[in-house]
Every structure is written in C-alpha cells, then in structure tokens.
C-alpha cells in the first residue's frame, strides 16, 4: 500500500492507496472502458488539457485563473500533491473536501471492477465525477506524464496547450526531444486550437501524428516582447503581442520570473482562443484578455518561486528538473550571485545537472539530512557540489539547523532558496517546517 498517495483515511483513500503496487503504466483502454461504466462525467463541461516538460502547472494555473476571472465556473485538475491528495482537485481555485473526493472514489472502485486501474487513472476519474456533479463551465486538466497515453487523454478538448518541452521522464518518453515532442503532441485535435511553447519542435511531431489542429504559437503568432523584473522584490512583469489581439497586453505577474511571462502569454493566447467559444455556451459575451489579464496577479500556484519573507528574503520553489531548475537559476540571478541554496534531489533525478545550473548564483549549499529512500544521501551530495561547484561552501546538517543557519548567513548576501524536490518539499510543510500561503488558502 502506498501510503504518500493519501492523506485521508476514508474507503475510497485507502482503495486508492492500495493500488500504488501496481506503479505506472500508460494507455487509454482503461481510462476509457471506466469513464464509460461511469456514464461519461467527462462530457458534462467542456475541457482543455494541457500537457509539456516545464511551466504546465503554472500555465494551467493561470489559465483557470482567466477563465474565473471571466466570470465561469472552472475546475481545475492537477498533479502531485504536497500535503493532502485532495490538493489535486479545484473547483473555483479551492481544494474539493476530503469526504466528497473519498465519496468519488470509492464510486469510482465500484465500476472499476476487473480493470486494474494505477493510481493516476483513478485520481482522474474521480476528479471527472467532482467536477460533473459541481455544475461548471469548464474544466482545466493537467497531464499527467506524456500526453498521449495519459488519462487526461481520454477527454475530448476544445483546446490544448503545450509549454516549453525538455528532457525528463527520458525512459519512458524517449531519449531526443523530437520523442518527447511525439508524446506530448498526443494531445492535439484535428481543428482544434493548439497553442505551443515550442512550434517547430511540436510541428514537426504533429507532422508524425498526422494531426491537423489550429497551431498558435510562441514566437511567431505570439511574443513577448519585455520581461522585466524587480531585483529586490523579484516581482515580474511583462508585455505580451498576439495576432488576436487589436493591441499588446501588459501584465504583471503573482509567480516570479521571466519564464512565467512566456507561460502567461500561453495562457492569454488560449483564454482569447477559448473567449467566443465558452461566451456561446453561457450566453454573455466574456471579458477581452486585457481586461482579464489584470487578475494574473493573483494566481495562486504553491511553491513556485513562493516568499515566503522579505528580510531576510526565503523563497521555496519546487523545481525538480534541468529545466526548471535553469529557470528558477535566472530568476535568482536577477537579485544576486550569493544565494544560500537548501537543496534535496530524488535519486531518479540528475544531481549534477542541477548543481551546475544553480552553481553561478550559489554562496553555500547547505544539504539536510533526511529519512527515506528517494532522496540522494547528503554526504553523497556533499562530494557532488564540492567536485561541480568548487566556489561554493557546503554543509550537512538536520533540516532545522539548515534552514537556520542558511538564514543566518543570508543577511550579507541576496537570500535562502530552498528547491530540488516536491516530494521533500511536501515531507517539510508536513513537519511545519515550512509552510505554504498559498497552499493555505487553496485547502481552506
């Protein structure tokens, strides 16, 4: 039994955990079969999947974050969860109760039967139920991994995003970027709107699929033309063109970094895309982007570059892999080059990609030690940091001395970053060592 899957203690949680034994295993059969034998709660609102390597949590985010500022009613899937399982299922940017999630469970284990579901399916289906009976308007949903035999899939979209693509999960999706393009253009739709992080990379996969859908894309229909941000308070803003529009938006931003302008463009370009489509269905003409572009400010995404303070400055942000750790490394930069860096890094990652990517901007590394088998020993990554970024100092502690003493020293340099792991991230907000505003305000 997988016991990190839950967070409840109901039937349906305890279903759900018992099925981690089972791990990973893509395809759509399943998901399929299912969601028929539960009358297709997803043909109840319209949906938009959105799939790529870095930035599809941001991009989802703000995406739902346009649409309520429109005025609809939108759930909002998403993947993993740091404290509690419900966390991965939003309707009006709030978690789902813990009970009416086990409720949709424990619903989704009666007709699951002899198909022998991972965890991820049922955690979508169940989402789909919550949000069929939650009378919305449309429904955001996060891949999961991939795209192409992802559940999420199993939807028809009226619209689809990819975000920039990079290497991760490179056993399953494919060592080149052109194969991880492939299973990420799974998603695309003849006619429909596709708007793209990567247009060549995603072309040119779409080529293979054989998929004609209506391409938008970064860089050509859409560009950002200015990014511009704060050293001290890091706060973001950009300027953003798109062919749709009689004049470009300017926005400013509640997740920092330049990145994120890229991933708000995305998501004004598919708010605009979406904005003629969802007014006929709810009978009201939807505000224009620039109207709605406004409300960016307060997208609410967990640990994303999160303040946590400004004096001394603490910034948690769960980047995990090459490309997001490169992105949070710029952002940093922008601020200074005498981070005090508190980082984990789970063995199925690569340690030494991202001690070189944070090395220009680390002062210290200060490196917790902690229980469990997914994480890379400290020691082992003491030698690590010592061989890829010489320049800096290093320390093994607890986590409490860490946090402590990393604070302590960023009074004469630019701050504390604490990244390199979700799942250590979650294990720390659960000991109260950290803590989450934003999360706080999602769970209620």
Not at 244 to 267: R, S, Y
Request: net charge negative; with cysteine; aromatic share 4%.
């Amino acid at each position: 039994m997988n016991e990190a899957l839950i967070s409840h203690r109901g039937p349906g949680h305890l279903w759900l955990a018992s099925l981690g034994q089972r791990g990973m295993s893509l395809g759509l059969q399943r998901m399929t079969d299912l969601l028929q034998r539960l009358g297709r709660p997803q043909q109840s609102q319209p949906c938009i999947i959105v799939g790529g390597t870095d930035g599809k949590g941001s991009t989802s985010a703000m995406i739902a974050t346009l649409l309520g500022a429109a005025g609809l009613r939108v759930g909002h899937y998403t993947s993993p969860h740091l404290l509690e399982t419900r966390e991965r299922v939003l309707v009006s940017q709030h978690c789902v109760s813990a009970q009416d999630l086990d409720n949709a469970l424990q619903q989704v284990q009666a007709a699951a039967l002899d198909l022998e579901l991972t965890p991820f399916e049922a955690l979508t289906a169940a989402a789909l139920l919550l949000f069929s009976q939650s009378a919305l308007d449309v429904a955001v949903l996060e891949v999961g991994l991939g795209g192409r035999l992802d559940a999420v899939n199993a939807c028809e979209p009226i619209l689809g995003v990819i975000t920039h693509l990079s290497h991760d999960h490179q056993a399953i999706l494919g060592r080149t970027l052109a194969e991880i393009a492939f299973e990420k253009a799974g998603i695309a739709r003849d006619g429909v709107p596709l708007v793209v992080a990567d247009p060549l990379l995603v072309a040119a996969a779409l080529r293979r699929h054989g998929r004609q859908p209506r391409l938008v894309g970064l860089g050509a229909d859409l560009r950002v033309t200015s990014a511009r941000i704060e050293p001290s308070t890091l706060q973001t803003h950009g300027t953003i063109e798109y062919s749709g529009w009689k004049a470009p938006v300017d926005v400013g931003l509640g997740l920092p970094g330049q990145h994120q302008v890229e991933n708000a463009a995305l998501a004004l370009a598919a708010y605009t895309e979406l904005r003629v489509m969802l007014g006929e269905k709810v009978g009201q003409v939807l505000p224009e982007a620039a109207t709605v572009a406004t409300a960016l400010t307060q997208t609410n995404w967990p640990l994303r570059a999160e303040i946590m303070s400004l004096e001394p400055l603490l910034l948690i942000d769960s980047a995990h892999n090459p490309g997001g750790m490169a992105a949070l490394a710029s952002l940093l930069a922008h601020r200074g080059r005498r981070w005090q860096v508190l980082l984990a890094v789970r063995k199925d990652r690569d340690p030494q990609q991202i001690i070189e990517l944070l090395a220009p901007i680390a002062e210290a590394f200060w490196l917790p030690r902690v229980q469990g088998e997914t994480l890379v020993p400290a020691d082992q990554l003491a030698g690590m940091v010592e061989e890829f970024a010489p320049q800096a100092n290093v320390a093994v502690a607890s986590l409490a001395r860490c946090l402590q003493a990393a604070l302590d020293h960023a009074a004469l340099g630019d701050g504390v970053v604490v990244t390199g792991s979700q799942h250590a991230l979650g294990e720390w907000l659960q000991l109260g060592v950290l803590q989450s505003p934003r999360l706080a305000a999602r769970l209620g």
